[in-house]
């Protein structure tokens, strides 16, 4: 989700969000995006008018205007206007050298053209009216020692051009100069020698409302050390690729810069970069068609920095120009739903005396991925925690943590994806998948870490592929973790001595389990589940460091010199339903789950003890529900159970991640998209691409919907102090108001027409700001009828009205042969099951992650019974034929004393 401030009345010319224009037939003409923009004719718009962005000459228009795209076109054309018609032509005021005294630059005085560079002494303040245009010449700058006051309105922005053919220079605010401001003004084809246009080296400075475009070098620098602000401003074509870096906005060294509520668009390469050492307040930016969306970010960290995340995962931190270094005394937080996009031979190093707060959270994982375009296993290097790195101090809940992340195509270098070396961070939630070497490594004396509910998973690219490496005397805590399809799931060596356990889960790792190549050294990996009722294999009868000989079990390997009884196992593991995965406002929820009959089940939270429950009893698995006595509270929880019966236990479960967020704006849990046709309403309830329900605006919905009619959105909006003063979606070239059928409730509701498809936003206006989403793409679905086999000349044209056609679920519940149900589609925003197609044959449903069959039955046709199948995110609309029942052929009649038999057609028997 982007959240920026919200502008006061309505949207103007320099509003920076996506807009659509409505543009007479009259005026509408295309303008290549480099064009030039010239006066078409010698009018100047009447006072209060705006113009039409879709024409080179500016058409007047007597009302406001709302831009489809920003564009520099839009402000280029509000100042490109003429002379009234018979007015002299104007004269240009050269202006060059310094301006010792306050100095204004008057529209009427205008255009202001350089002849050399212009210097604002400190205690001078030089202010440029609205509708001014000042020319520079080549290379020419603006240094301003005191102050700048260019603050244009938006029927009136100041614009700076070239005066000639060639770039002009910048404007530079000095260390200490100001206060400035620059709003509604248009910058446009300055950063001659590859500079900036604006650079800022003070705090005290603003812009906002201006648009940057078509630079030769970047848009604007923020120097070292400064934190002026930045806000509700357009970055067109702002960069160059030869600028170094080449980014629109650059932030250097140690700079606090707020950058807010900005667009950034078409830039060559980044739209932003910034060096580690930077932490800007970024909030609530959009990034579109720049050759890399987001931010480009290198350097040493040498203080206490923050980074949020960008927005959709789409919007990356890009790392290609070497590896991040967290030096002594520095800490680098990086928030949830961060993404890095990172190069071969890049990564993150901890330094002695640094910290790294990975801090991610359920549903917003901060994720770190190759930038290559074909993902292969050890693309990009690792997280290392050198010797002396600040580890985890689980009193205070500080130090270095690598908590709810997501790394993969790393380790590049032996030690894997993460290298942890004489140091202890705690590394929890995390995903570490497709590595080049190993997963994880944990080597050296004091190497202590707590390694509590990570999946290791797919770690099989290098005969060294381990999940975990353990060596060199360390002594990592490890639990609650799921070890799963790796070369092996955990290799112990050079005196090495890990905790092992409890609650680890090794999966079908493909040799050992785990392997402890020291003799002389014995592993406590006991109350595991290696994949077996009756524990791990260990083929070896001599006995070992531990005291033990052979260990026949039916479960995963292990080595010698590992200890493993007690074990976990022996009870059929549990699984969790509810809740979904996902975020919510309240965490009011009720867990429920399957185990095995009349078992004692036990919950956690986090992996700390939550509470227990009784499973019912019954054949192979049973129902469980546990209700809180209290709310979770907010914040990220990870929910698992285990269960105990007659001395045997089972291995922990699956986890279910979800975060409690009272701050939600729009609650996915009720977010909801619904249809008619023939008679039947379809709903289909918001889920992203993994099945849960979590909301970032990253255009995770697949909205499906048979055509032939509009579709309603229904989206649940309340902001933090009660009701928004504006919902709004946006679809396919339409702005759509959303109202409240319940006066006082906060379901907002609005219908339009499909169409062909396409991309459907929503946006909310809060006392806190504009919230943006992107739900996702709406999709016509052409599948999801019932046709007759035997129809001509094309049966699926031939389709079946009057059709019955019934959803069923599995209930793991009940025994095999009574366990498809029908699914209680009600439950689940009023879906309708079975339903009933009309003429052209449709049905659908939209249930949640499961096991399910469909049933058609229609009279004249045979039953049809689907296969049963398990799915994630998709809606069950499988096109399905009927095969027309036979017509008897009337035998000869028969003598009147014989008998006649009957003809007796049976039904298929029902799931």
Not at 658 to 667: E, F, I, K, R, S
Request: aromatic share 6%; hydrophobic share 35%; glycine share 12%.
């Amino acid at each position: 989700m982007v959240t920026r401030p919200a502008a006061a009345g309505k949207p103007g010319p320099f509003d920076p969000s996506p807009r659509r224009a409505t543009i007479s037939p009259a005026c509408r003409r295309r303008v290549p995006a480099r064009s030039s923009i010239r006066p078409r004719g010698p009018g100047r718009p009447a006072a209060g008018a705006s113009f039409d962005p879709g024409s080179p000459g500016g058409c007047a228009m007597p009302h406001p205007i709302r831009l489809a795209r920003p564009s520099a076109l839009v402000l280029l054309a509000l100042i490109a206007v003429g002379r009234p018609a018979g007015a002299p032509a104007r004269t240009a005021t050269d202006v060059c050298g310094p301006v010792a005294t306050d100095t204004v630059w008057a529209a009427a005085a205008g255009p202001f053209r350089t002849t050399c560079d212009v210097e604002v002494a400190a205690g001078a303040t030089l202010t440029v009216e609205p509708g001014a245009v000042v020319q520079l010449g080549t290379n020419h700058a603006i240094h301003v020692a005191g102050a700048l006051k260019a603050v244009g309105r938006a029927d009136a922005p100041i614009r700076f051009e070239p005066s000639g053919a060639q770039p002009w220079g910048g404007i530079q605010l000095a260390a200490g100069s100001g206060p400035s401001e620059i709003a509604y003004a248009v910058l446009t084809k300055g950063g001659g020698r590859r500079r900036e246009m604006l650079g800022i080296a003070t705090d005290d400075a603003v812009v906002h409302h201006a648009e940057f475009s078509d630079s030769a070098g970047s848009a604007i620098d923020v120097k070292d050390g400064a934190s002026p602000t930045i806000r509700d401003t357009r970055f067109i074509r702002a960069s160059d690729i030869n600028a170094v870096p080449p980014a629109a906005l650059r932030i250097r060294g140690r700079s606090d810069v707020t950058v807010e509520n900005c667009y950034f668009e078409s830039n060559n390469q980044y739209g932003v970069s910034w060096e580690a050492d930077a932490s800007p307040r970024f909030i609530g930016n959009r990034f579109e068609y720049n050759a890399f969306n987001g931010v480009l970010v290198f350097g040493n960290v040498t203080r206490a920095v923050t980074w949020p995340g960008l927005g959709p995962h789409r919007w990356a931190y890009h790392l290609t120009r070497g590896t991040i270094s967290v030096d002594a005394g520095g800490h680098l937080t990086i928030k949830a739903g961060a993404t890095f996009s990172v190069a071969p031979a890049t990564g993150i190093r901890v330094r002695s005396g640094g910290t790294l707060a990975i801090r991610g959270a359920a549903g917003a994982k901060v994720r770190m991925t190759t930038n290559q375009l074909v993902p292969t296993p050890g693309q990009w290097r690792e997280i290392e925690f050198e010797p002396g790195s600040i580890g985890w101090d689980e009193a205070t809940q500080s130090g270095s943590i690598v908590d709810h992340a997501e790394l993969e195509y790393g380790g590049s270098q032996p030690g894997g994806t993460i290298l942890v070396r004489s140091s202890s961070p705690r590394i929890s939630n995390t995903v570490i998948r497709r590595s080049g070497k190993r997963g994880m490594t944990v080597t050296g004396p004091g190497a202590n870490p707590l390694l509590v509910g990570n999946l290791f998973d797919d770690n099989t690219a290098n005969p060294d592929g381990a999940g975990l490496f353990v060596g060199g005397t360390a002594a990592p805590d490890v639990r609650f973790n799921i070890f799963r399809a790796n070369l092996e799931g955990v290799h112990v060596e050079g005196d090495a001595q890990p905790r092992i356990g409890p609650h680890n889960w090794f999966d079908y790792n493909q040799t050992f389990a785990v392997v402890n190549a020291d003799a002389d050294t014995c592993v406590d990996a006991t109350g595991n589940d290696w994949g077996g009722e009756l524990g791990p294999r260990d083929p070896s009868s001599t006995p070992d460091a531990c005291g033990l000989g052979a260990h026949e079990g039916d479960g995963e390997l292990v080595s010698d010199h590992v200890r493993v009884e007690p074990f976990e196992g022996r009870l059929i593991r549990p699984s969790l339903t509810g809740p979904r995965c996902g975020t919510f406002s309240d965490g009011r929820v009720t867990i429920t789950g399957f185990a095995a009959p009349g078992s004692r089940v036990q919950l956690y939270d986090n992996h700390q003890p939550l509470g227990e429950t009784t499973a019912a009893d019954g054949v192979g698995s049973a129902p469980f529900t546990y209700t809180l006595a209290a709310p979770l509270p907010p914040g990220s929880h990870v929910l698992q159970v285990r269960s105990e019966r007659d001395g045997l236990s089972s291995g922990i479960a699956n986890p279910i991640e979800l975060t409690v967020d009272p701050g939600l704006v729009v609650d996915p849990s009720r977010l909801s998209v619904s249809h008619e046709r023939d008679g039947t309403r379809f709903v289909q309830p918001f889920q992203d691409q993994s099945g849960c329900l979590t909301l970032r605006g990253d255009a995770e919905w697949n909205i499906r919907a048979h055509p032939g009619g509009p579709i309603t959105l229904h989206a649940p909006v309340r902001c933090a102090a009660g009701m928004p003063s504006r919902v709004e979606a946006r679809y396919r070239d339409q702005t759509i108001p959303l109202t409240t059928p319940t006066p006082g409730g906060d379901m907002h509701e609005a219908t339009f027409e499909m169409g062909d498809g396409g991309t459907l936003r929503l946006q909310a206006t809060c006392g806190d700001g504009l919230h943006d989403l992107l739900l996702g793409t709406v999709t016509v679905e052409q599948n999801g009828f019932i046709y007759n086999k035997a129809g001509a000349p094309d049966p699926f044209a031939a389709r079946v009205s009057g059709a019955k056609v019934s959803l069923f679920v599995r209930d793991r519940s009940r025994p095999v042969g009574q366990d498809w149900v029908l699914w209680p589609a009600d439950q689940y925003f009023g879906q309708t099951n079975p339903q009933t197609t009309g003429g052209a044959g449709w049905y659908a449903f939209y249930p949640p992650p499961g096991q399910y069959r469909v049933r058609v039955e229609a009279p004249g046709y045979i039953t049809a019974i689907e296969t049963g199948d398990s799915i994630t995110i998709e809606p069950i609309v499988r096109t399905i034929g009927l095969t027309p029942l036979a017509t008897p052929t009337r035998p000869p009649a028969p003598p009147r004393q014989a008998f006649m038999p009957l003809l007796v057609l049976r039904e298929m028997p029902r799931p």
